[in-house]
């Protein structure tokens, strides 16, 4: 099957450091690869509502359709996030959240996770790895729920756009992110 790589931008901010990382490891994926870039921001998805018992899941809204097909197509899921409060960003949060909903449409949302690979570019200013764990077993977790690959995270140290530039090691990690 051929790979068809999704990237999910979550930073409130377009071209930030986490953005730099994951084109920086992108462009090592071979041509044949297919990329599609989304900002989870932009359209923005809807809040999700719990309707699990006793309601019942309507067709998603526009957007969330939108995001659901690019999911299902996908092969692997890139999530690019800064670290925020020692978790993700809420609009990748809310992403998750949302296969909740697309989970009970009945048109195997589900079994179609299983077996994609699940990769992870997060940016942080300086928390200890104690503190960044958190928000990257909620991934993990979330990833082996859906019976997905978790293939693990690239990490970068910046702060102020464009810091990423000096953080030499995540640079050289990022040639090597997807293809080692
Ligand atoms: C709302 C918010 C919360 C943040 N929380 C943390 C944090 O918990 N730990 C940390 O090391 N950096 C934290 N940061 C700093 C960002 O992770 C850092 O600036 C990162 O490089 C931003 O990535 P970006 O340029 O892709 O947006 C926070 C930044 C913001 C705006």
């Known amino acids: 099957m051929p790979r068809h790589f999704l990237f999910l931008l979550s930073s409130a901010r377009r071209g930030g450091n986490t953005e730099t990382l994951a084109r920086r490891a992108a462009a090592a994926l071979p041509a044949r690869v297919g990329q599609d870039w989304r900002d989870l921001n932009s359209p923005g998805l ?3 509502r719990d309707r699990r018992h006793g309601d019942h899941y309507d067709p998603p809204e526009p957007a969330a359709q939108a995001l659901l097909t690019a999911t299902e197509v996908a092969t692997d899921l890139v999530f690019v996030c800064p670290l925020y409060w020692y978790g993700l960003p809420a609009p990748a949060k809310l ?6 909903h697309w989970m009970r449409l009945g048109t195997g ?8 690979r699940i990769w992870l570019v997060m940016t942080h200013s300086g928390s200890r790895p104690e503190e960044i764990a958190p928000a990257v077993d909620c991934l993990r977790h979330s990833a082996s729920y859906m019976k997905a690959a978790f293939m693990g995270t690239l990490l970068g140290f910046a702060n102020a756009p464009g ?4 953080d030499a090691a995540a640079l050289a990690a990022a040639d090597r992110f997807f293809t080692a």
């Open 46 to 48: 809807p809040a999700f």
């Open 95 to 100: 992403y998750l959240d949302h296969w909740s």
């Open 163 to 166: 810091e990423i530039l000096a």
């Open 109 to 116: 949302f589900r079994e179609g996770m299983a077996g994609k």
